[in-house]
């Protein structure tokens, strides 16, 4: 039986979970944003993305 408490703490920690995610992808990409900006080619991140995987 689920009460009311229980969805709202689920809901919130789903919240949470997604929101830890947006930071993480978030920071790839600024990762990589900063490496080209260093001068790091395009075809150089491209490879080191494709080798690392999409996680």
Excluded: A
Aim: net charge positive; proline share 4%; aromatic share 10%.
């Amino acid at each position: 039986m689920k009460d009311k408490k229980g969805t709202e703490y689920r809901r919130v920690s789903r919240g949470f979970h997604k929101h830890s995610t947006t930071m993480k992808m978030q920071e790839g990409k600024m990762g990589y944003l900063l490496l080209w900006l260093v001068g790091v080619p395009i075809p150089i991140l491209l490879v080191i993305f494709l080798l690392r995987g999409c996680n």
